[in-house]
Antibody, heavy 122, light 107 residues
């Protein structure tokens, strides 16, 4: 069974940093692109970032470019999102998600993790 | 960024109804469109990709159509478990963008 488990969320002050992790199991992590999508409370879905299977290709939403960094450790089956210079508008549930098909970055995601809540507030 | 606009934003329907949700892209995206279902407090679930390809395990009462700028998600016979919020998503170009969502409620 494919499983994705996010961790690392919490309360952080504006300007602070957090690193989210997504531990995966049940599939060959190193052959799939991955992504992060967030959802502010009561709002819709917003794509944040994607990364190729080998980590060589990364893509970001304009709203996080230069502040967030996506990475992966294929030896640990773990996806990361380093979030710096956090703002109140970054408050959201952050989901990691697996690309449906192997090897290329397709950006249609299934399944998703259960999400981890990030609150940016003083 | 390609703007994705769904209509309606919300509506009520009854079990057994046939419902259609529309998604319009601000520019042509070929068939690079996915549909997701999200229930309260849960992660989204992929229903359709490539505008019309049903993901494994998704009931056949769900169908998608369209290409270019206009797309539809149809549920042929609503079941109680289908009441949820639906999102379209384009993956034609970066940044990846979602529609604002369509909330389907029980009448």
């Amino acid at each position: 069974e494919v499983q994705l488990l996010e961790s690392g969320g919490g309360l952080v002050q504006p300007g602070g940093s957090l690193r989210l992790s997504c531990a995966v199991s049940g599939f060959t992590f190193s052959t799939y692109a991955m992504g992060w999508v967030r959802q502010a409370p009561g709002k819709g879905l917003e794509w944040v970032s994607s990364i190729g299977s080998g980590g060589e290709s990364t893509y970001y939403a304009d709203s996080v470019k230069g502040r967030f960094t996506i990475s992966r450790d294929n030896s640990k089956n773990t996806l990361y999102l380093q979030m710096d210079s956090l703002r109140a508008e970054d408050t959201a549930v952050y989901y990691c998600a697996k690309d449906l098909w192997e090897l290329r970055v397709n950006n249609w995601f299934d399944p998703w993790g259960q999400g981890t809540l990030v609150i940016v507030s003083s | 960024a390609i703007r994705m606009t769904q209509s309606p934003s919300s509506f009520s329907a009854s079990t057994g109804d046939r419902v259609t949700i529309t998604c319009r892209a601000g520019q042509g995206i070929s068939s690079h469109l996915a549909w997701y279902q999200q229930k309260p407090g849960k992660a989204p679930k992929l229903l359709i990709f490539g505008a019309s390809t049903l993901q494994d395990g998704v009931p056949s009462r769900f169908s998608g159509s369209g290409s270019g700028t206009d797309f539809t998600l149809t549920i042929s016979c609503l079941q109680s478990e289908d009441f949820a919020t639906y999102y379209c998503q384009q993956y034609h170009s970066y940044p990846i963008t979602f529609g604002q969502g369509t909330r389907l409620e029980i009448k």
